[in-house]
């Protein structure tokens, strides 16, 4: 079982990026998918996912700039991230509890700068 990242890069403040999740292997549940970010500086943090109705959450910060979707059926999530700034410039965590378990994926960087 693994999740894997992609859609990370360097961006100029002000632009936009698209980052996927997929997780695959031997999977008999799955929930709570979500994405999560960290730096040096910080502890990791959530920046989206869904409560236990369903409904979207977003840290504060990223509220009318991020998007967070799901497709159940391919178990994938995706974050959609516009008008970034710097300060969103971290590493990016998908995670997701498979088979009762908490997995995380590798991360991917996202660099905000011009």
């Known amino acids: 079982v693994q999740l894997v990242e992609s859609g990370g890069g360097l961006v100029q403040p002000g632009g936009s990026l698209r980052l996927s999740c997929a997780a695959s292997?031997?999977?008999?549940?799955?929930?709570?998918m979500g994405w999560y970010r960290q730096t040096p500086a910080k502890q990791r943090e959530l920046v989206a996912g869904f409560n236990n109705s369903g409904r979207t959450i977003y840290t504060d910060s990223v509220k009318g700039r991020f998007t967070i979707s799901r497709d159940n059926a391919k178990n994938t999530v995706t974050l959609q991230m516009n008008n970034l700034k710097p300060e969103d410039t971290a590493v990016y965590y998908c995670?997701?509890?498979?088979?009762?378990?908490?997995?995380w994926g590798q991360g991917t960087q996202v660099t905000v700068s011009s």
């Open positions: 292997g031997s999977i008999a549940s799955i929930y709570g």
């Open positions: 995670s997701a509890v498979i088979n009762g378990l908490l997995e």
